[in-house]
């Protein structure tokens, strides 16, 4: 085979990079912090990690940074290993970037020479181009001469991002990226952020507590409870069949029924349930006395007592407290969820 066709075979069925974590554990003192975890994210794919404090969220997105070293198992973009401190001089690979909760910025100086702060000046016009272009992502225009010092929290976490991608990085570290920025922003910063991660092709592994920040945008969700994965899979289903009350909680209020109370089975375990799946009926087998109902925007949240227990619905309308209702589970929910 002639040399150029080579080539040219060897390049077209070149193979994305794939970031793959095997097995990993790791303790800072005797206690274990994380155990066994296992997954891979595609290039251009966005992981979520969720948990509660103290689960071991930002211990992992510091792991995947090279930041310490693994008690075991390897972490590996590609064919390249990440490993800590005792192999690299050095933290964090060149094609990595982490934004942290706290923000590495320059106080003293612009919005624009913060981003711009690794670009090359060979080529300025580019350089600018660049840098108004991640300004308008993070929807900075106005600031963009302005004092990193004179901005607010949130608009220096916006910054940070901003700052992260300039050098067009293949993977992108998150930990809790819009905790700081005000409701008025996120919404449409947190689609600005993935719609260009997206469009560049960039893995994002992202650390929250919110499930706003990620729902929407996530290809895979990884929920880790005390250091040990408790369900991986895509947003859809563990949001569709939540295993656990941890999982469940993280996108909503919700319910546990024995399966005893809906239904004729006769099965041990609890279904669980979230509000909007619950409708009232004029007669049922489950009835209860309301207790309260809270203003939610769009609807109520009517808490109700049921068995010594509190159940909650959404209804269109405030219901009087005391007054007895009778409701049942959607049917199709049932039939999804059932063990």
Same mark, same amino acid.
């Given at each position: 085979?002639?040399?150029?066709?080579?080539?040219?075979?060897?390049?077209?069925?070149?193979?994305?990079?794939?970031?793959?974590?095997?097995?990993?554990?790791?303790?800072?003192?005797?206690?274990?912090?994380?155990?066994?975890?296992?997954?891979?994210?595609?290039? !251009?794919?966005?992981?979520?990690?969720?948990?509660?404090?103290? #689960?071991?969220?930002?211990?992992?997105?510091?792991?995947?940074?090279?930041?310490?070293?693994?008690?075991?198992?390897?972490?590996?973009? !590609?064919?390249?290993?990440?490993?800590?401190?005792?192999? =690299?001089?050095?933290?964090?690979?060149?094609?990595?970037?982490?934004?942290?909760?706290?923000?590495?910025?320059?106080?003293?100086?612009?919005?624009?020479? =913060?981003?711009?702060?690794?670009?090359? =000046?060979?080529?300025?016009?580019?350089?600018?181009?660049?840098?108004?272009?991640?300004?308008?992502?993070?929807?900075?225009?106005?600031?963009?001469?302005?004092?990193?010092?004179?901005? #607010?929290?949130?608009?220096?976490?916006?910054?940070?991002?901003?700052?992260?991608?300039?050098?067009?990085?293949?993977?992108?570290?998150?930990?809790?990226?819009?905790?700081?920025?005000?409701?008025?922003?996120?919404?449409?910063?947190?689609?600005?952020?993935?719609?260009?991660?997206?469009?560049? =092709?960039?893995?994002?592994?992202?650390?929250?507590?919110?499930?706003?920040?990620?729902?929407?945008?996530?290809?895979?969700?990884?929920?880790?409870?005390?250091?040990?994965?408790?369900?991986?899979?895509?947003?859809?289903?563990?949001?569709?069949?939540?295993?656990?009350?941890?999982?469940?909680?993280?996108?909503?209020?919700?319910?546990?029924?024995?399966?005893?109370?809906?239904?004729?089975?006769?099965?041990? !375990?609890? &279904?669980?349930?979230?509000?909007?799946?619950?409708?009232?009926?004029?007669?049922?087998?489950?009835? !209860?006395?309301?207790?309260?109902?809270?203003?939610?925007?769009?609807?109520?949240?009517?808490?109700?007592?049921?068995?010594?227990?509190? &159940?909650?619905?959404?209804?269109?309308?405030?219901?009087?407290?005391?007054?007895?209702?009778?409701?049942?589970?959607?049917?199709?929910?049932?039939?999804?969820?059932?063990?």
């Amino acid at each position: 085979m002639h040399y150029k066709q080579f080539f040219y075979l060897t390049f077209t069925f070149q193979i994305d990079p794939m970031l793959q974590v095997k097995n990993i554990s790791f303790s800072y003192h005797q206690d274990p912090v994380l155990q066994q975890i296992n997954f891979t994210v595609e290039k !251009g794919g966005t992981l979520a990690i969720v948990g509660e404090s103290g #689960s071991g969220k930002s211990t992992l997105l510091k792991l995947l940074y090279g930041e310490f070293d693994l008690n075991k198992g390897q972490i590996f973009w !590609g064919e390249d290993e990440i490993l800590g401190p005792k192999f =690299n001089l050095i933290t964090g690979p060149e094609y990595m970037k982490y934004v942290a909760q706290e923000f590495d910025l320059m106080p003293f100086t612009s919005v624009s020479q =913060n981003i711009g702060e690794y670009l090359s =000046n060979f080529y300025l016009k580019k350089k600018k181009e660049r840098i108004e272009e991640l300004i308008e992502v993070v929807e900075l225009t106005p600031f963009a001469k302005t004092k990193v010092k004179y901005l #607010s929290g949130g608009q220096k976490q916006r910054v940070a991002l901003a700052r992260a991608l300039a050098k067009e990085p293949e993977i992108l570290l998150l930990d809790e990226p819009f905790s700081h920025i005000d409701n008025l922003k996120r919404q449409s910063l947190r689609r600005n952020i993935f719609k260009h991660l997206k469009e560049q =092709n960039i893995t994002c592994i992202v650390a929250t507590h919110d499930k706003d920040d990620i729902v929407s945008f996530a290809d895979q969700m990884l929920v880790l409870n005390e250091g040990e994965t408790l369900a991986y899979g895509t947003p859809k289903e563990l949001y569709n069949k939540p295993k656990y009350s941890l999982v469940a909680s993280f996108f909503d209020e919700f319910n546990e029924f024995k399966i005893s109370e809906v239904s004729d089975i006769n099965k041990f !375990g609890i &279904v669980m349930v979230y509000p909007h799946e619950i409708k009232l009926v004029n007669n049922s087998n489950l009835s !209860g006395v309301v207790k309260k109902s809270y203003f939610r925007g769009n609807c109520y949240l009517v808490e109700v007592t049921f068995n010594e227990r509190s &159940v909650f619905f959404n209804h269109s309308s405030e219901i009087a407290i005391g007054k007895k209702i009778h409701f049942e589970i959607i049917e199709s929910v049932l039939k999804t969820r059932m063990p």
